[in-house]
């Protein structure tokens, strides 16, 4: 019966953080035309400026968002799976789909560059994700982009979902 409280009671407590991961990206998304009218240099400005510079504040905000849910969603997961492996990881398809929805193949704006961006702070929900789950996203992001044309923290993501699909079977 206690077990079955707390099972409850973590499901219960990954709601917000799966909610405000939903509603960070779709925020993020609908400010896409706002970010490019904000801009008043020109973008080849950043070409021009010094490395290790800082990112502009709604990219950061956004970004560090993506790793606070993630981070957090990973600690109640790791309760969770011991309680309710198939809860968890229904739970934990639900937080990735998020953060994996369907991208264009070319980013051409910097909303879009920066919402694939994120996906880089997904790796701590792989333990938690169902094989199938791994394998759709491995699959929809060769299908985004070949890993011969992947940046290497890309093929570094890839990579990784590879060996965790595989430690899985």
Known sequence: MIENTQRDELVAACEDPIRGLSYLYSAYSAQEGEFA???????????????????????????????????????????LCELDREACEDLCKNALDVIFVKKPKKETTDTQRFLAISEYHSPGLFAFASSDNLKQIHRELLERTPKRLMFPKHKELVNLLEKTISDKS
Request: one cysteine or more; hydrophobic letters at 35%.
């Open 37 to 79: 009218k904000k801009r008043s240099v020109s973008p080849f400005a950043k070409w021009m400026q010094v490395p290790g510079t800082e990112l502009e504040p709604e990219h950061k905000n956004f970004l560090d968002g993506v790793e606070r849910y993630v981070s957090e969603l990973c600690q109640i997961f790791s309760a």
